[in-house]
């Protein structure tokens, strides 16, 4: 409220020139129902017929103009509160098609692709390999380096079959020789 | 999750444990030269149990972990727009406020159960399949069988790239995440140990399994790519350095998980705070302003002193807010990653492009873990002559894939969030436990562990130490059988087994009980793969014993 009391006077600097005798000061401003915060009742008269508008229209004509009125005063819902006029929200902005599902078709799309790609040029691969040996793609995926080969076939060096062969359990069955 | 009483258990068990169980596993690939099943069937038939029962712990984890890949590819989809969708809470039918849950919840909470899981109350109501997270799950699966598509070399070719990304992403969020106001708030509760956590032995139990998760011990993955390495390949030094690198690595990334979780907790704390400031001023109309963190709690007491009905009325709708309840609202797994991580980055600004970057790095690291499991299966199913004859590797990576998500289709349910849990929990940890054990006592003691010696000496040309002999012989085993001795007894003491379950009327988790067919789930996904090892052992016995019958009466 001193606020308000001090912003009346410098709009109105000049009492004496309107024509108000220059006793009147702040004190001359009387205040009742102070509360700590800026709060008033209001009605809205109607100037023609000599009565008050219904609560109902006017209650109806802020909620519609909510926004102008925040505006005016430099407020927002938040700070600026009508009593028993709840603040209708913003809807929210639907886009016609859910954006994350334009980017998951892409990323879906260019997946396929690749697979494709690869599924293709890996049967191109297997043809062409068919027309090679094909027993040396086995042994050559576990042991690159070491494999020599003639005439195609690979001669295994004893320990590269690592544990192909465990030698504790082969002897039991050729204990006994078959007849 | 690392905390401060963690740390101390994480870097004791990664010496005592992972360490050594690493360079085991790898040396077994390495030497033997083939897949799980394979070489645990070269060093005892009786044992090719293990090797099964590694495949059968990997199937049911792909089943369930992709699933973590299509969320993350939901939330990355759903990053390009603005706001957030996670940031706003949606307005309900007459638009006055907002979505009723969603007012309940945090806005975050609904967008993860109500938007992307579409959870219902419990696990007896199953619904249906929704078709949003089927459609992520699918491609998620393609993607897995794209990169694994052409078989290891390829597979090599896709970790450099899912491996060195993540680094480079959780060092811009170090960045950011030390920026960040209340950082530091995370970050002190992180390194400040709690005594008496540290004497409970469930925070050794955690630690153990997240090294055994995070090295990925007895999933056969670890024998299969090391099966892949030259003979002469220096595995010693590979296993260290791997899980040096794996523990820093996690220790980072929880510095920059606290620093974001100290951000969240002061934000959330000083929201609370300004809500209860608010409502004391509408209620007792105080002057603007007046009312401030630090004088709250004087200000409550005289307003309950001098005016004591009113205040009792106001009461019930105070919030007593806590930073040490924020910080200790202790959530793992996925609830960590999809709920406090995007509730922090709705709060940063250009919150687009840190959502964008924090869901790929989420992406590369499932497809990673993928690429480790995948290859596990398929490594002992393309040695397998008899399966390898009839189809090519190509079909045979894309019909596990086809299974796998076909399979994961239950995960896409509304239920589904809490048959992921199950699998998470239960699919894995026991069997794990149990797996690697029999793999260290079948190396110390059936094949012995002075061949075992000699191999490697012969195969890397180098000693092998005495620190991994004792480790090998004697500790490791012993401490796996205590951890599996306390959770059972874990198990046994607290009864039955219960889950959190989201109420939408509430707009919280609140604890039920499992019913008898969950419990009966469980107890098969424990049981299948811990079964495999007696039961294959018990099958090569019999078959062992016909042929010896058949053979005996010719002598």
Redo the contacts between chains.
């Keep these: 409220m001193q606020r308000h009391k001090r912003f009346l006077y410098q709009r109105y600097p000049n009492v004496e020139e309107v024509g108000m005798p220059s006793a009147h000061r702040i004190s001359h401003v009387l205040l009742c129902n102070v509360?700590?915060?800026v709060s008033f009742w209001f009605v809205v008269t109607d100037p023609s017929k000599n009565h008050t508008l219904p609560a109902v229209e006017i209650q109806s004509a802020i909620r519609m103009n909510r926004n102008r009125i925040n505006n005016a005063f430099f407020l927002n819902d938040q700070t600026l509160e009508f009593l028993r006029i709840?603040?209708?929200?913003?809807?929210?902005t639907d886009p016609p098609v859910p954006?994350?599902?334009i980017?998951?078709g892409v990323?879906?799309c260019i997946?396929?692709v690749?697979?494709m790609l690869?599924?293709l040029s890996?049967i191109q691969q297997?043809r062409r390999k068919n027309e090679g040996p094909s027993e040396m793609e086995d042994t050559e995926?576990?042991?690159?380096?070491t494999i020599t080969i003639e005439n195609g076939i690979p001669c295994d060096p004893l320990?590269?079959k690592?544990?192909?062969i465990?030698d504790a359990?082969m002897t039991e069955d050729e204990r006994?020789t078959?007849? | 999750m690392i905390k401060g009483s963690f740390l101390v258990p994480y870097i004791v068990m990664l010496i005592v444990e992972g360490m050594p169980l690493l360079y085991l596993e790898l040396a077994v690939g390495q030497?033997?030269?083939?897949g799980s099943i394979?070489?645990w069937r070269?060093?005892?038939?009786y044992l090719s149990g293990v090797g099964v029962a590694s495949v059968v712990v990997s199937f049911f984890l792909s089943m369930y972990y992709n699933v973590i890949n299509a969320w993350a590819?939901?939330y990355l989809?759903?990053s390009?727009?603005d706001p957030l969708p996670w940031s706003?809470c949606?307005?309900n039918g007459n638009?006055?406020?907002?979505d009723e849950e969603c007012e309940k919840a945090t806005s975050t909470q609904y967008f993860w159960y109500r938007k992307t899981l579409n959870i219902s109350p419990s696990i007896q109501e199953n619904g249906a399949v929704q078709w949003e997270p089927a459609?992520?799950l699918i491609?998620a699966w393609?993607?897995v069988?794209?990169c694994i598509?052409?078989g290891t070399e390829s597979t090599g070719k896709v970790v450099y790239f899912t491996a060195s990304l993540p680094y480079c992403v959780l060092l811009i969020y170090l960045i950011r995440g030390l920026t960040l106001h209340g950082a530091t708030n995370g970050l002190a509760y992180m390194f400040t140990p709690k005594m008496e956590q540290l004497a409970n032995p469930k925070a050794w139990i955690n630690a153990a399994t997240q090294i055994f998760f995070s090295l990925g011990l007895g999933f056969g993955s670890l024998i299969a790519f090391a099966?892949?390495n030259?003979?002469s390949n220096d595995c010693q030094k590979h296993a260290i350095i791997v899980s040096l690198l794996n523990s820093s690595t996690s220790i980072f990334a929880s510095v920059v998980t606290f620093s974001i979780y100290g951000f969240k907790a002061t934000f959330n704390y000083e929201s609370c705070l300004n809500k209860v400031i608010l409502l004391l001023t509408n209620s007792f109309?105080?002057?603007?302003g007046?009312l401030t963190a630090s004088n709250l709690e004087q200000v409550k007491g005289y307003l309950a002193s001098a005016y004591p009905s009113k205040y009792n009325e106001v009461f019930p709708q105070i919030k007593n807010c806590s930073l040490e309840s924020e910080l200790d609202t202790a959530v793992q797994g996925t609830g960590l990653a999809f709920i406090v991580y995007t509730e922090a980055i709705k709060n940063m600004e250009v919150s687009q492009l840190w959502s964008v970057l924090y869901f790929f790095m989420l992406l590369m690291l499932g497809i990673g873990s993928m690429l480790g499991n995948t290859a596990a299966i398929l490594t002992p199913l393309t040695d397998s002559k008899a399966i390898s004859s009839y189809l090519?590797k190509?079909a045979i990576s894309g019909l596990v894939c086809f299974i796998n998500c076909a399979i994961g289709m239950v995960f896409t349910t509304e239920a589904g969030n809490y048959w992921f849990d199950i699998f998470n929990d239960y699919a894995a940890t026991l069997s794990l436990l149990l797996i690697v054990l029999v793999e260290t006592v079948a190396v110390c003691y059936l094949y012995g562990l002075r061949r075992f010696e000699s191999d490697l000496r012969?195969m890397t040309g180098r000693k092998l130490n005495w620190y991994w002999k004792a480790m090998w012989a004697g500790v490791s085993p012993l401490l796996i059988v205590s951890l599996f001795v306390f959770y059972l007894s874990d198990y046994i003491m607290t009864g039955t087994l219960r889950y959190q379950a989201w109420d939408a009327s509430q707009g919280q988790l609140v604890t039920k009980d499992y019913p008898p067919y969950a419990l009966a789930i469980i107890g098969l996904l424990v049981a299948s793969s811990t079964m495999c090892i007696p039961l294959v052992a018990l099958g090569t016995f019999i078959t062992r014993r016909l042929k010896r019958g058949d053979?005996a009466p010719?002598?």
């Design positions: 509360t700590q915060r709840p603040s209708t929200l913003a809807p929210p954006i994350w599902i980017i998951f990323i879906f997946v396929i690749a697979t690869l599924i890996g297997h995926d576990k042991c690159e380096n320990d590269m690592g544990g192909h465990n359990f006994l078959p007849l | 030497r033997m030269r083939q394979g070489a070269t060093i005892s038939p590819f939901w989809f759903h390009f727009q706003v949606p307005v638009r006055t406020g907002y459609l992520c491609l393609l993607l069988y794209l598509l052409r099966s892949y030259e003979p109309d105080l002057e603007d007046f090519p190509e012969a053979t010719r002598a």
